[in-house]
C-alpha cells in the first residue's frame, strides 16, 4: 500500500465496504466528486445506503481534472499493469487512483467490473456520503449572504424601503437577507423604512459554509441550518477497492462470445476460449406467426371427426330461414326459442324468398295435424313465421338441410356420417362464459335402426379422444330430439362431473317430411367450441379468447393442442 | 335460457311427500336418473342474502323473517308440465321409485254450470274459454300457495306468459251461478270492476285499469301482459250470471270472486288463443289439485258454449264439455323400442313393467304391440318415440350397452374448410398472428370509419342486444384494426402482423342453398394487416403473391416484367389461372373498399381463370389512409389486404 493512497483513509470518510453494494446506476452517470479530500465532512451512514437520497443535479460535481481519452483496452491494461509490481498491490480508492492516472473514473470502474467478471480483479464497494455547497451555496462562497449584503447596503446609503432595496439588490437577496437580519435584529423597521438596528455584524452563514467545504467539523445543529437553508446537500459516491483476482495476468486475454464464421474460416475457434454461458435466462424470443387457441381446437377436432368417418357439413351460411333453423326440426312456432330475446331476427332481409314447396307443405302438415305416428302440435303453422330470417341459432340448421338433401339424393338414401363446427348467433346477456356468437361442434350419423346405445358409444368414442373417459347421460329434454341426453363427464382438468354436451335422436316428425325411410334413425350430439377451449387453456373470460379484445401474448403461448396426455 | 322452468320445494315437505328420506346426494342421483335437475340446495334465507347488493348488511327484521328452512331448487324438462308443484313431481317419483303402483284417475261428474261464450266478440281478441268446479277443496297456506305457484308456472311456460292461455280461478260461492256464466269481449270503457290488486275496494274501468297497470311500480309484476290486449278494440271479460267481471283475462282476476283459504267450491277458466295448449293447462291444475277435493280426483265439468257468429272450427257443434282430460291408448311396436333404446334383449312383459314407471299405465302387450296409456298430464307424448325414450329412462340410459354404428363412412372436409385451414398454417408461418373477431358489428366500423359510403350490401339485425350489432359484417378488417387498437401497447417496433380467415355475409337474393334463397351469402375471406414503423405496403403486397403461389396461380408477364423473379422458374401455375395487380381506381372495380387506402397507395388484385373469365377483382391492398387509424385508435402506419377465398378453390 503506497503511502498516496493511504491518505484517502482519512478519519474524515465514511467507508461501507460492502461487497454487494447496489447503487451501480450511480457509477454508470458518472460518480460525484468533492471538492477536494477535505471538504467532506462526515455524515450518518445510514444515509449513504439509500441511493435514492443522493441528488440528482451532478453538474457542481463534476470531475474537474483533466482526463486523457483512452479506449477501453488501454483502461483494462492500466489496471492490470498497476497490478504487475506486486501481489498485494491494491486499489484502495478508483475515485482517487483515477485522478492519480489521469483516467475517467466511469471507464475504470466498467473495466473493473469487465476484469472482475473475468476474475482477473476482485473489487468491493465503497460508498462515501458528503455534503457539498448547493448552487445558493457557492453563491454566498463568492459574494457572502444575503444578510450581510442588506445590512451593509443600508448601512452605506442610508434608510431605504423594501422596494427600493429590491431596486438596488434585486428581490432574491433582498427576499432571504431582510427576514434573516429582521431575525438576527441587524436591522428594524421606521414605517415603511428599514434601518440598521446594529453597527457590526458578522457573516457567520458563510464561515460556517466555508468550514464545510473544507471538511473542518461543524456542529450538527449548525449543519442542519445550513441544509435547511438548502446551502449544502449530501450525496453519496460510489467506487471500488480493487486487488487481484484469482485469474490475475499482466494481459488479457478476451474471451470470445460466440462462434463466430471468421472463427471457422481461420481456424481460430481452437484456439479461443469462451465466456461461460449463462443458462438462467431465456432464449431469444421466436420470431414467426402464431394460429389462434379457439382455431387449434377446431383443426384437432375436425382431424378426430374425421377419423371417426365424419363428412364435413358446408356450414358457411350464417343467415337462415325461421324455416330451416325451426320448423323443419318440428320446433313449434310458439317454443319460447323462437322469441326476439332469444334468437337475432333479421331486419333486412327480413324474409326468406323461397324453401322447397312440397316439403314445407309436409312440414307444415307434420306441425299441425302430426302424421307418420304423430298427433302433431295442433295450432295454425303461420308462413310469415316460417319465412322469418335470424341468425342461425345452431349449425342444426345445416344438418336438417344436409339429411333432406341424403333423403332426395339420387340412388336415394344412403348412410352417412356429418359434422360441423361453426359459428352460431344467440341474443344472450353477455357474461365472462357467453357471447352473442359462439362455435358450435355438431356430429350426427344417419342410418338404419340406430339405437341409444350407438349414441352412447358413438358420443364416448369422441370423447376418450378429447382426453374425456368418464361419461354420464341424464334424460332431457330438446325440441328436435327423442330420446334426448345431456352429456355429463369426469372433467380430468377440473377434477368434476359437468355438463359437457347435449345429445338425442332427432324425431320423426322431422324425418318423415324429409323423405327419409321409415326405419332411418339419425343421432346426434353437439358441443360448443368455447368451453373445452376454456379448460384447456385456462382462460376464465370468454372475452379473452375471441373477439379483438385478445392479448397476442395468451396466442403466442398457447401451446399445440392435443389430448392424448393420459393415453 | 328462458326454456328450463325451476321449481322450489322445501325438502322436508319433498321428502313427507316421497315416504322417504333422501340424503341431499341420493336425491340428486334419482333426479339425474330421472332427468331433472338438482340444481341448488338453499333456504329463504340464504336467497334473501344473495339477493343483497354486495357489501350490503341486511336488515335484521328482514333476515329473521326469512326460514332457514332447505330448499331444494329443481331444474325441470320444458315438457313437462306435471312436473312444475310438488304434487306432480312427487307424485311423479313415487311411481318411478315404485311407492306408488299408478297416477290416480281423474273422474269427471256433470255439473250444473253453463258457461256462453259470445264468439262474435270473443273471436276479435281471445276465442276460446275451458273450464271446470272443484267442490269441497280443502285450502291450506301450504296448499294455496302450491296452487298460486303452479298458475305462475303454467302461464310463464307453457302460457308463454299468458299470451297463449290465462288462468282465472274463483271462489264459486261468492260467484252468482244461477244462471249461465259468461265470456265475451266489451269495449274496455264500460267494463268496471274492483281488481284483485285493491282489496280496499277501489273500482276501475278497464282502460283506466291497463293505464294503472302500465305506470304504478307498485303493479310492475302486471305490467308485462297489459300490451297483450290494450290495443284490442274489445277487450276479454268472464262474468257471472249476475253481470258481475270475474276476470279480464289475461291481466287481472276481480276482487269479488277471489280464492281465500276459505273457499271451499273454484272455479277454474282458461281463455286463450290456442284450444290445445288451453286445454292442457286445465287439465293440469285439476290433475294436480283435484286430490284435495271432498271426493278426492273428482272434477265437475262445465259445459262451454259458442253462441253468435265466428264460432271457432275447431269445437264441433259449437259445444264442448270442459275439463278434456283426454286419456287415450298409444300403440307402440315392442321390437321398435328395444331397437331405439338399443336393448334387444327387452321382452314385452319388460316394457310393460317399465311403462308403469313413466306414468304410461295401465298398459298391456300383445306379440309385438304395446298399448300403453297416455294421461292427460302427459300432453309431451306426440307419438311412439315418445314412449320408447320413457322407456329408455326407466330402464335407465347408463345401463345401456355401448356401441358404434358398423356401417362403414368415409370422413372428409369441405373444400374451401380445407383450403382455409391449410392457409392458416401457411401464413402463420410468414409471421402473421391469427386473431378469431366478431361476425356482428356496427355500421360505423363496419363503413365510415375506413372511410367507406354505407352501403346496402349488409344483413342488418332486428333486434340487436347493442349498438354493436348492427349489421353483419361485410369486411374482416374491422376486427383486425380493433385489435391492432387492443394490443396497442405491445411493441410495434418489428411490425405487428395479424390475419384471420374467416366469413362475411352480403346480401344475395340470387344464392340458392337447398332450394331455399334467405337473400344473403356468405363469403369467405382473408384478411391480414401489417402495422410498424413504416407503413409497409410491400409486406402486405408480398403476403398477396404469397397466397397467389401458395393457390397454383402464377403472375401475369406484364406483372412481373420489371421484377428480380429468381424462383419464377420454379413456380407451379394453374393452367389458365393468372393474377395481376392494379393501382386501385376510385371508379374502377372494388373502388368504394379502396377508398380505406392512403391515395396512390391502393391496389387491386385481378385473377383471370376459366369460369371468372379475365382479370375480374378478388380483392384489394394498401397503406391504410392514415384517417382510418386514427379512426381506430391505431398509432401505426398501417397496411391492409383483403381477398375472397373461395374463387382460389
Redesign the interface.
Request: negative net charge.
Given at each position: 500500500m503506497t503511502k498516496k493512497n493511504q491518505r484517502h483513509l482519512s478519519p474524515g470518510f465514511v467507508l461501507t465496504n460492502t461487497a454487494k453494494f447496489s447503487v451501480l446506476n450511480f457509477l454508470a452517470d458518472g460518480a460525484p466528486e468533492a471538492p477536494s479530500q477535505e471538504a467532506v465532512t462526515r455524515i450518518k451512514p445510514s444515509v449513504c445506503k439509500d441511493s435514492s437520497k443522493v441528488p440528482s443535479e451532478k453538474k457542481p460535481f463534476a470531475q474537474t481534472a483533466a482526463k486523457m481519452v483512452v479506449s477501453k483496452e488501454e483502461t483494462e491494461s492500466s489496471i492490470l499493469s498497476y497490478f504487475s509490481s506486486s501481489e498485494d498491490a491494491k486499489i484502495d480508492d478508483t475515485f482517487y487512483w483515477s485522478k492519480d492516472m489521469k483516467l475517467d473514473h466511469i471507464a475504470v470502474v466498467g473495466a473493473v467490473k469487465s476484469l472482475s467478471a473475468d476474475g482477473y480483479v476482485i473489487e468491493s464497494n465503497i460508498s462515501v456520503s458528503f455534503n457539498v455547497s448547493t448552487k445558493e451555496g457557492n453563491n454566498i462562497l463568492s459574494t457572502g449572504s444575503p444578510e450581510v449584503a442588506v445590512h451593509a447596503h443600508l448601512k452605506s446609503v442610508g434608510p431605504k424601503t423594501k422596494d427600493e432595496l429590491d431596486a438596488a439588490l434585486g428581490k432574491d437577496i433582498v427576499k432571504i437577507g431582510m427576514g434573516n437580519c429582521m431575525k438576527n435584529k441587524w436591522i428594524k423597521k421606521d414605517g415603511k423604512l428599514l434601518v440598521t438596528a446594529v453597527d457590526d455584524v458578522e457573516d457567520s452563514v458563510l464561515s460556517l459554509l466555508k468550514k464545510v467545504v473544507e471538511g473542518i467539523n461543524v456542529d450538527s445543529k449548525e449543519l442542519a441550518i445550513l441544509k435547511r437553508r438548502k446551502l449544502i446537500s449530501s450525496v453519496t459516491r460510489k467506487s471500488f477497492s480493487v486487488m487481484r483476482g484469482p485469474n490475475y495476468a499482466p494481459t488479457r486475454v478476451k474471451k470470445a462470445a460466440d462462434l463466430t464464421k471468421e472463427m471457422l474460416d481461420s481456424g481460430a475457434w481452437k484456439t479461443t476460449s469462451f465466456k461461460p454461458y449463462n443458462f438462467l435466462t431465456l432464449g431469444e424470443k421466436v420470431s414467426g406467426g402464431y394460429l389462434h387457441p379457439l382455431l387449434k381446437v377446431r383443426s384437432e377436432f375436425r382431424k378426430i371427426l374425421m377419423q371417426m368417418g365424419f363428412m364435413e357439413m358446408p356450414t358457411n351460411k350464417w343467415v337462415e330461414s325461421s324455416f330451416w333453423n325451426f320448423d323443419s326440426l318440428f320446433q313449434p312456432q310458439s317454443h319460447p326459442a323462437r322469441d326476439a330475446h332469444d334468437t337475432f331476427f333479421i331486419k333486412d332481409p327480413m324474409f326468406t324468398k323461397s324453401v322447397p314447396e312440397d316439403y314445407y307443405e309436409r312440414v307444415k302438415t307434420m306441425h299441425e295435424k302430426g302424421g307418420s305416428g304423430s298427433i302433431g302440435y295442433r295450432y295454425n303453422f303461420k308462413k310469415e313465421d316460417a319465412y322469418k330470417n335470424l341468425l342461425r341459432t345452431h349449425t342444426t340448421a345445416v344438418s336438417s338441410q344436409m339429411l333432406y338433401k341424403l333423403a332426395n339424393q339420387e340412388g336415394g338414401f344412403k348412410p352417412q356420417r356429418y359434422f360441423s363446427i361453426d359459428r352460431v348467433f344467440r341474443n344472450e346477456t353477455m357474461d365472462a362464459t357467453h357471447l352473442c356468437e359462439f362455435h358450435q361442434v355438431e356430429g350426427l350419423v344417419a342410418d338404419y335402426n340406430l339405437s341409444l346405445g350407438d349414441l352412447i358409444g358413438t358420443i364416448e368414442t369422441f370423447f376418450n379422444k378429447i382426453g374425456i373417459t368418464q361419461l354420464r347421460f341424464k334424460p332431457a329434454f330438446n325440441p328436435y330430439t327423442e330420446p334426448s341426453m345431456e352429456i355429463f363427464g369426469y372433467h380430468p382438468d377440473l377434477k368434476t362431473w359437468t355438463e359437457i354436451g347435449n345429445s338425442g335422436m332427432f324425431r320423426p316428425e322431422m324425418l318423415r317430411p324429409m323423405g327419409l325411410p321409415e326405419n332411418v334413425r339419425v343421432i346426434a350430439w353437439g358441443l360448443s367450441l368455447e368451453r373445452p377451449t376454456m379448460i384447456k387453456y385456462r382462460i376464465k373470460n370468454i372475452r379473452d379468447l375471441f373477439g379483438h379484445k385478445v392479448e397476442m401474448g395468451r396466442t403466442r403461448t398457447a401451446p399445440v393442442c392435443r389430448f392424448d396426455h393420459s393415453e | 335460457?328462458?326454456?328450463m322452468p325451476t321449481l322450489s320445494v322445501k325438502r322436508s315437505r319433498l321428502n313427507a311427500a316421497l315416504g322417504r328420506t333422501y340424503t341431499d346426494a341420493e336425491f340428486d342421483e334419482l333426479c339425474?336418473?330421472?332427468?331433472i335437475?338438482l340444481d341448488d340446495v338453499t333456504s329463504e334465507r340464504e336467497e334473501y342474502l344473495k339477493s343483497l347488493p354486495p357489501g350490503a348488511t341486511p336488515r335484521r327484521a328482514d333476515l329473521e323473517s326469512k326460514s332457514e328452512e332447505v330448499v331444494y331448487k329443481i331444474d325441470l324438462?320444458?315438457?313437462?308440465y306435471d312436473l312444475l308443484c310438488i304434487e306432480g313431481l312427487s307424485r311423479a317419483l313415487r311411481i318411478f321409485i315404485g311407492a306408488d303402483a299408478a297416477a290416480p284417475t281423474i273422474r269427471k261428474v256433470a255439473g250444473p254450470h253453463v258457461m256462453v261464450v259470445d264468439s262474435a266478440s270473443t273471436s276479435t281478441v281471445r276465442p276460446y274459454v275451458v273450464c271446470a268446479v272443484l267442490r269441497g277443496m280443502k285450502f291450506d297456506r301450504t296448499v294455496y300457495e302450491s296452487f298460486i305457484d303452479l298458475q305462475d308456472q303454467l302461464h310463464r311456460?307453457l302460457c308463454?306468459n299468458r299470451t297463449?292461455v290465462a288462468i282465472g280461478t274463483h271462489d264459486l260461492g261468492a260467484v252468482d251461478a244461477t244462471g249461465p256464466l259468461r265470456y265475451d269481449a266489451q269495449a274496455p270503457g264500460g267494463v268496471r270492476f274492483v281488481p284483485l290488486t285493491h282489496p280496499d275496494g277501489t273500482s276501475f274501468a278497464a282502460d283506466a285499469l291497463l293505464e294503472h297497470y302500465a305506470t304504478d311500480p307498485a303493479c310492475k309484476h302486471l305490467k308485462p301482459y297489459v300490451p297483450i290486449i290494450r290495443d284490442s278494440p274489445l277487450y276479454p271479460v268472464v262474468s257471472d250470471a249476475a253481470g258481475s267481471v270475474l276476470s279480464l283475462p289475461p291481466i287481472i282476476n276481480g276482487h269479488m270472486s277471489r280464492i281465500t283459504l276459505d273457499t271451499s267450491d273454484v272455479l277454474i277458466e282458461c281463455t286463450a288463443t290456442?284450444l290445445?295448449?288451453a286445454n292442457v293447462v286445465l287439465d293440469t291444475v285439476v290433475c294436480m289439485f283435484s286430490g284435495y277435493c271432498r271426493d278426492p280426483f273428482v272434477v265437475e265439468t262445465v259445459e262451454v258454449r259458442y253462441e253468435g257468429s265466428d264460432a271457432p272450427a275447431d269445437v264441433p257443434g259449437n259445444s264442448m264439455i270442459t275439463p278434456a282430460l283426454s286419456t287415450r291408448t298409444l300403440e307402440a311396436s315392442v321390437s321398435t323400442i328395444a331397437?331405439?333404446?338399443?336393448?334387444p334383449s327387452l321382452t314385452a312383459e319388460d316394457v310393460v313393467r317399465l311403462c308403469n314407471k313413466v306414468q304410461l299405465s295401465p298398459a298391456s302387450a300383445e306379440g309385438d304391440t304395446l298399448t300403453c296409456t297416455v294421461g292427460p298430464v302427459r300432453s309431451?307424448v306426440?307419438?311412439?318415440?315418445?314412449v320408447?325414450?320413457d322407456i329408455?329412462?326407466a330402464y335407465g340410459?347408463?345401463n345401456?350397452?355401448?356401441?358404434?354404428?358398423k356401417?362403414?363412412?368415409?370422413?372428409?372436409?369441405?373444400g374451401?374448410?380445407r383450403l382455409g385451414?391449410l392457409l392458416?398454417?401457411e401464413?402463420?408461418?410468414?409471421?402473421?398472428?391469427?386473431?378469431?373477431?366478431?361476425?356482428?358489428t356496427s355500421l360505423a366500423d363496419n363503413y365510415t370509419s375506413l372511410l367507406r359510403p354505407v352501403g346496402t350490401d349488409a344483413?342488418?339485425?332486428?333486434?340487436?342486444?347493442n349498438i354493436e350489432?348492427e349489421v353483419?359484417r361485410t369486411t374482416l378488417l374491422p376486427?383486425?384494426l380493433?385489435?391492432l387498437?387492443?394490443?396497442r401497447s405491445?411493441s410495434f417496433a418489428?411490425g405487428?402482423?395479424l390475419?384471420e380467415i374467416s366469413?362475411v355475409?352480403l346480401?344475395d337474393?340470387q344464392h340458392v342453398?337447398?332450394?331455399?334463397?334467405?337473400?344473403?351469402?356468405?363469403v369467405?375471406r382473408i384478411c391480414a394487416v401489417y402495422s410498424g414503423p413504416t407503413a409497409g405496403f410491400e409486406i402486405v403486397h408480398g403476403l398477396v403473391d404469397r397466397i397467389m403461389t401458395l393457390c397454383e396461380v402464377g403472375p401475369e408477364e406484364e406483372y412481373v416484367a420489371t421484377s428480380n423473379d429468381e424462383e419464377g422458374k420454379f413456380r407451379v401455375a394453374r393452367e389458365g389461372w393468372s393474377y395481376i395487380i392494379k393501382e386501385a381506381e376510385a371508379e374502377g372495380e372494388g373502388g368504394t373498399d379502396c377508398r380505406s387506402y392512403f391515395p396512390g397507395r391502393g391496389a387491386v388484385v385481378m385473377l383471370t381463370n376459366p369460369t371468372l373469365g379475365k382479370r375480374k377483382v378478388i380483392g384489394h391492398f394498401g397503406a391504410l389512409h392514415p384517417e382510418i387509424l386514427e379512426n381506430f385508435t391505431v398509432g401505426y402506419p398501417t397496411s391492409a389486404m383483403e381477398m375472397d377465398l373461395e374463387v382460389l378453390l
Open positions: - | 335460457p328462458a326454456t339425474f336418473e330421472y332427468g335437475e324438462p320444458a315438457n313437462r311456460n308463454r297463449l290456442d290445445t295448449k331397437s331405439v333404446v338399443g336393448v309431451d306426440l307419438h311412439p318415440i315418445d320408447a325414450e329408455g329412462i340410459f347408463n345401456i350397452e355401448r356401441k358404434v354404428p356401417t362403414c363412412t368415409v370422413g372428409g372436409e369441405v374451401i374448410g385451414d392458416r398454417e401464413i402463420s408461418r410468414a409471421g402473421y398472428t391469427e386473431v378469431l373477431t366478431h361476425g356482428l344483413v342488418s339485425l332486428s333486434n340487436p342486444a350489432y353483419v376486427g383486425l380493433k385489435t387498437q387492443h394490443n405491445a418489428h405487428m402482423k390475419f366469413d355475409v346480401r337474393d342453398v337447398c332450394d331455399t334463397v334467405v337473400g344473403a351469402r356468405n369467405r
